[in-house]
């Protein structure tokens, strides 16, 4: 384990750096002991895939009692060595058609059917490693390498909500319209944010998820 | 106390609305907002009594004109704007006492690229997740979570009329577009070559047309790297210095996504990150190292003016 200052208001954890469940765990778990510290002066902490950011108020903290109550977290949680057991949540997905536009050239970068496309998509169960990049957006592993298609070269303006992709070995749901680079291979209409839900986020990292194929309405 | 509203006659290029951000969901994916220059923000509020994280205008270099439909105390700060309040010119960095109806015009803009407009009691959008700051790209607070428009009406309190007539010192704005940057390096200031942050703190760089409230594009001599491809996705804080494989810096700013890839050579120290809020498309940065010790004591001289303004309030 390291901490690496990012300027003077965060704090970088890095544990190993591998997409790897167990170490994706420990961040977790080491990200919800420290927040549930409530330590003067820190404002967030957020897990990514091996590492998590607190983020604090430089002129309310005690920057040194803040990393060594860091290290003390982590030695609570570095001998973990398996995930915690979790429900799976199901998302039912209308693959191909208009919400699946890159569900053929998937299939053609996989050398195979657009049916066993999705009949590997939703073979695996893949667990939430993150969120980033617009709120409630899951980065899921891992996808099965042979329809593990790269992402677009150059991204589309406007990807609708809903939409499930591919980008090399992940997979996610748009949960806003929004910019996107990945390969579209269906829609649903789960809704993945809500910010006047109780729990705006559908998945929180650690879930698991399960895509369900939905007949096309 | 009752709401009332500033009614949107013209709306600006970018007039949004800011409080101090939204932490506490980044796990979620949620990212922060809030205001470009924090300093002029919290400023604006202390000149009208506000508590430094009641909701401002966030006014983006071409003003906005609105009708304020309520008495009220208001204040500007930040980027220097000619500003009217029915035809009377209103002097930036001080608070005055508006009647309503008044017209509330924003001129031409003289220096800085931001201004706040504070009005006691603050802007009463709702909140989203306990903050009203606007982000656009995830359409999330302010109003709708979007820009204003003409016929938008923003809500403010009434009957919280504060005294008028305070002042006070506002950011040194930068001078002919340009500003000086203190960084301090890391986290992965490794992936570069030692020749990189000397390169990087020995030229100027030019905010790209491509930039925005999530992030400057600078344009000037790529940063060589030692280690190529990207990093695994890790959370990115305000400030960070980001270089993509081409090597052309991305300084996050305000609505900066929660995470990244992109190795980070330096991050800009808070102190200063008000001052790269004034900045605009077009103006340049240059770039100097300094220590963490540096850093903090920069932060706590800003605190302090900030704190003197209050000592000539409570003495008032």
């Known amino acids: 384990m390291k901490i690496r200052h990012c300027g003077d208001s965060m704090l970088l954890v890095e544990l190993e750096a591998t997409i790897d469940p167990v170490v994706n765990e420990r961040a977790i778990l080491l990200a919800s002991r420290i927040r ?14 091996c590492t998590l950011g607190v983020h604090f108020d430089p002129t309310q903290t005690d920057l040194a009692a803040l990393e060594h109550a860091i290290e003390v977290e982590f030695s609570a949680i570095e001998a973990i060595e398996t995930v915690t057991e979790r429900a799976v949540v199901e998302i039912p997905v209308e693959y191909g058609g208009d919400g699946g536009p890159d569900l053929k050239a998937v ?16 073979a695996r169960t893949y667990r939430v490693y993150m969120l980033g990049f617009v709120p409630g957006f899951a980065y899921m592993g891992r996808v099965d390498p042979a329809i593990a298609a790269p992402r677009h070269r150059v991204p589309r303006e406007r990807v609708r909500a809903g939409s499930v992709g591919i980008a090399g070995g992940q997979t996610g749901v748009y949960p806003v319209d929004s910019p996107g680079g990945w390969q579209l291979i269906g ?6 944010f809500d910010a006047d839900r109780a729990t705006p986020s559908l998945l929180a990292p650690g879930d698991l998820v399960r895509f369900v194929a939905a007949p096309r309405s | 106390m009752s709401t009332a509203a500033f009614l949107v006659v013209k709306p600006g290029l970018l007039t949004s609305v800011q409080d101090l951000g939204r932490f506490g969901h980044q796990a979620a994916g949620v990212p922060v907002a809030g205001p470009m220059d924090s300093f002029s923000h919290r400023l604006a509020n202390q000149l009208v009594g506000n508590d430094p994280d009641a909701a401002t205008l966030e006014i983006t270099l071409i003003g906005p004109e609105l009708i304020v439909e309520a008495d009220t105390v208001a204040a500007i700060t930040g980027a220097h704007f000619e500003v009217t309040c029915d035809d009377r010119s209103v002097a930036m960095g001080a608070s005055f006492g508006v009647r309503a109806g008044a017209r509330l015009k924003f001129g031409r803009i003289h220096q800085g690229a931001r201004a706040y407009l504070a009005v006691a009691g603050g802007v009463q959008t709702p909140r989203v997740l306990g903050s009203r700051a606007t982000h656009l790209v995830s359409r999330m607070g302010g109003l709708s979570g979007r820009s204003l428009v003409a016929g938008d009406r923003i809500p403010i309190v009434t009957g919280a009329a504060q005294r008028p007539h305070r002042k006070a010192v506002g950011l040194t704005l930068p001078t002919n577009g340009r500003a000086l940057l203190r960084v301090l390096p890391g986290p992965q200031d490794y992936w570069f070559t030692p020749d990189a942050l000397r390169m990087m703190t020995s030229v100027s760089f030019r905010i790209s047309p491509r930039s925005n409230r999530m992030g400057y594009r600078l344009e000037g001599p790529p940063l060589p790297r030692v280690k190529d491809g990207e990093l695994i996705s890790e959370p990115v804080g305000i400030g960070a210095i980001q270089v993509p494989a081409a090597g052309e810096p991305i300084l996050l700013m305000a609505d900066r996504q929660t995470a990244g890839g992109y190795p980070k050579i330096g991050h800009v120290i808070s102190a200063d990150l008000p001052l790269a809020g004034q900045l605009a498309p077009g103006d340049f940065i240059e770039f100097v190292v300094c220590s963490p010790q540096e850093a903090v004591a920069a932060l706590i001289a800003r605190e302090r003016q900030l704190l003197r303004f209050a000592d000539l309030k409570d003495a008032s």
Request: net charge neutral; charged share 30%; aromatic share 2%.
């Open chain 1, 187 to 192: 829609r649903t209409s789960t809704v993945m």
């Open chain 1, 36 to 49: 549930a510290r409530a330590a003067r002066g820190v404002r967030d902490v957020a897990p990514g895939y």
């Open chain 1, 107 to 122: 299939a053609d970068h996989a050398g195979c059917s657009e049916q066993d496309v999705i009949d590997r998509h939703t």
